[in-house]
């Protein structure tokens, strides 16, 4: 007994409330688990320790500046970057980040000398190069930029992106014939970047070749399908080759992707009248009007669209703000007059139809104009006899895309990261707002007989994300955890309050720290199917995160493997049969994962994750028609991303 005593003792080292006794390394490596697994509020707390602790250290000042990053606190994040960089000007990352973090405040001066910095410690950095010619062309530097994306492409000839770039250069200084060559070099280069697609169009567009755009729009959409300004162009292409019912359809496919799109609403309202959708048209300039009060085209059409209908009363009311901006707009004044005749207020029309014959304007009236098919107008003209034209943007641009290993989710650049994870237990109940599934063993409940209702497992597939507050609580918990622990000197005690800290240290994504309390603990009682199922779950977590950093973890997935067998000895589960589903699968041993998952789903044919990892598994064997019939389960199940991958596998 006093063996495990000064063992528990020995590993109770973390105490939120004492700096001094803080493993600084450890509580980075902590810190840096929660950042991959994109809990950035928990993993600033952590940060936020360790500078407490030790403020010289660059590391932890850089490491919050990345959750920062992600949270969309560019100030503060280039803040911290700036503490890091006065503790060592020497790493190349500090500088890139920041210079991001200057870019999204479009500081791009700043970003630029960032760069600079960083490109002396790291002259082949390709992002840095790229990301750098980007800020020039930003500030329209364009023939430094050109130059500096000349010297990329001896360096780099084969990169498609550089290409791109050197297109959109030209594009800035109209010089049309260069960009074309640059982008078809860039497609011959790789030919699947939509952006390259989408920049063709634009040329094409500009060009008035609407097939030729509406081509390279097809492709463009195809690479880049929810993107609704691609939709906006196609439709204007389309439009023009009196394509109007395609149009039409892009249009409404664009608000389905941007329900607040300007133009899609404006144009879309604009050939509703044309083809005599009234009532649906005034719904479209309603939105605009919604979205720009003082929009005088947006009014002007819907009074006219008002008068139509049969509501002369609204109408005037709108053709009264049009004629109060332009006194001289002599068709604005004809209608007004004509719906003042519809409401017997012929005085009122006399005047207008005054005003129009004393300026001797030989037009001719009463009828709406159709909608141009040669004309477009900029959205900032504000010509109101260009009215029944369609808007096209002011500048038809497409968005950069700055290069770093910070863009996207966190999740998106880890490997093998398809399947749906591990079960485990956690002190916090799993939120879905599409699934009602409630994870239940009888092995957790046997557990949860025997602890404090606070205290109660769940279930759990995801991890929570915490707020600030939360996370306060977990360290006080762990905190009086150590405590009682400390002071505790009977092993039936011990044994609960250790599953409690360990699971607390799970839900705060301290691994290390809930390993070696379950260690304690199987030492104790080894015939726990409970701790050493949680004693995987976080093992195999903290495993994908050292594998992320390029170590090779198999020996720890052994560990895994093991505990689960273990587990599985003592009281089966769906849920431990599963989770040994996924290690065989990191393992490559695919006939025995889809045997786990079967057996998994023998025990609780519920378990969506369960039908969907053995899909993709039976996929991946290339038993394409068993995989996508247990995908088409799992999405029964609620699991709904199964529907994309059925569609990209599934058999003409």
């Known amino acids: 007994m006093k063996r495990v005593a000064f063992f528990i003792a020995s590993i109770s080292f973390f105490i939120t409330g004492c700096y001094a006794q803080y493993n600084i390394d450890r509580l980075l490596v902590i810190g840096r688990s929660a950042l991959y697994y994109e809990d950035y509020v928990l993993s600033i707390q952590y940060f936020n320790q360790a500078i407490s ?35 060592n000007p020497y790493v190349v990352g500090i500088y890139e980040l920041r210079g991001l973090c200057r ?311 880890k490997v093998g990261m398809d399947y749906m994870p591990m079960y485990f237990l956690s002190t916090e109940r799993q939120q879905s707002a599409l699934r009602r599934y409630v994870a239940y063993d009888r092995l957790v409940d046997a557990v949860n007989d025997k602890m404090p209702a606070s205290a109660n497992l769940h279930i759990v597939c995801n991890q929570s994300t915490l707020s600030e507050a939360v996370t306060r609580h977990y360290f006080n918990r762990i905190d009086s955890l150590s405590k009682l622990i400390d002071q505790s000197r009977s092993e039936r005690d011990v044994l609960p309050m250790l599953l409690q800290r360990a699971v607390a240290y799970s839900v705060i994504q301290n691994y290390d720290g809930a390993i070696d309390d379950l260690s304690t603990y199987l030492q104790i009682d080894s015939l726990s199917a409970v701790a050493f199922w949680q004693r995987a779950a976080c093992q195999s977590r903290l495993n994908d995160f050292v594998a992320s950093n390029g170590v090779d973890v198999g020996m720890k997935t052994a560990n895994v493997l093991s505990d689960l067998t273990n587990a599985i000895r003592l009281g089966e589960s769906a849920y431990l049969y599963y989770n040994r589903g996924n290690i065989y699968v990191e393992r490559r041993d695919y006939q025995h994962a889809i045997d786990d998952y079967t057996k998994a789903l023998e025990l609780d044919p519920n378990l969506a994750e369960a039908w969907y990892n053995r899909g993709l598994t039976r996929i991946t064997i290339k038993q394409q028609t068993e995989g996508v019939s247990d995908l088409s389960k799992a999405g029964e199940l609620g699991l709904f991303t199964a529907y994309s991958i059925i569609k990209k596998y599934r058999q003409p």
């Open 53 to 87: 602790a030790k403020p010289y250290l660059y590391e932890p000042w850089y490491y919050r500046a990345v959750a920062k990053y992600y949270l969309d606190d560019y100030e503060g994040a280039e803040h911290d970057c700036s503490e890091a960089i006065r503790r």
């Open 103 to 413: 870019i999204q405040q479009k500081d791009y001066s700043a970003a630029i000398d960032d760069y600079n910095s960083a490109l002396r410690y790291d002259p082949e950095g390709l992002n840095l190069w790229y990301n750098r010619a980007l800020c020039r062309i930003e500030q329209k530097d364009y023939d430094t930029a050109l130059g500096e994306l000349d010297s990329m492409t001896v360096k780099w000839s084969k990169n498609a992106r550089i290409f791109a770039v050197k297109a959109e250069a030209y594009l800035m200084q109209k010089d049309t014939v260069e960009a074309i060559a640059a982008l078809d070099k860039s497609i011959e280069l790789d030919e699947y970047n939509g952006n390259v697609w989408a920049q063709k169009a634009v040329i094409s567009l500009a060009r008035s070749k609407w097939k030729d755009g509406e081509g390279y729009l097809d492709k463009a959409i195809h690479l880049l399908p929810k993107n609704a300004g691609l939709y906006i162009n196609r439709a204007l292409a389309r439009f023009n080759q009196n394509n109007l019912r395609g149009a039409m359809s892009d249009y409404d496919t664009a608000l389905d992707f941007d329900p607040n799109n300007f133009l899609g609403h404006y144009n879309r309202g604009l050939l509703r009248a044309q083809v005599g959708d009234d009532n649906r048209a005034i719904t479209d300039f309603d939105f605009v009007l919604k979205l720009e009060p003082d929009n005088l085209m947006a009014l002007y059409n819907r009074a006219l669209l008002l008068e139509q209908t049969g509501n002369p009363r609204a109408a005037i009311r709108d053709y009264t703000k049009v004629i109060n901006e332009y006194p001289n707009f002599w068709t604005g004044l004809h209608q007004r007059a004509q719906c003042y005749r519809k409401l017997g207020m012929n005085k009122q029309a006399e005047l207008d139809e005054f005003r129009i014959l004393k300026a001797q304007i030989d037009k001719r009236f009463g009828k709406q104009p159709r909608l141009s098919k040669k004309q477009m107008r900029k959205r900032s003209d504000v010509d109101i006899e260009k009215y029944n034209q369609l808007a096209v943007a002011d500048e038809q641009e497409v968005q950069n895309e700055y290069q770093s290993n910070y863009r996207g989710r966190v999740q998106n650049r």
